[in-house]
């Protein structure tokens, strides 16, 4: 698996990425801003010169990390990127002694609960209508200490 940070070059193909994978489209700006703010925050995966993960974060202040996306392309999922990308988020943040981390995740999506599940994120609370499309979300958090 092939890690790096995500950069400005990378702009199209991460949206695309993204867009395609939760039907929701965010600003360029946004993407931009993320990376400019939090450079080792952003995280891709590359596969034979191909997109094939992302892990898109901002701080919370300086001891939280938010998970903001995280998306693996069909056709490259159940192959541990996923797992891996995390992993390498999760070491950024201790190198950075940031003690906890968040994330966003629908309620209806049980798959990345378990997933995120499996690193020690615990539910928290659920935001209601959280979504455009007016489902709710469960914020999970991770303690790293």
Known sequence: MALRLFEPRDLDHVMALVTGTFDQLFSEEMYLALQQTWPEGQIIDV??????????????????????VMAVREGFRDMGIGSHMLRAFIQQCMRESILSIVLEVRVTNLMAQEFYRRFGFRPVEPLVNYYPDGEDAMVMALDIT
């Open 47 to 68: 596969e034979s010169g191909r997109l094939a993960g992302v892990l898109l974060s901002m701080r919370r202040g300086p001891t939280v990390g938010r998970i903001m």
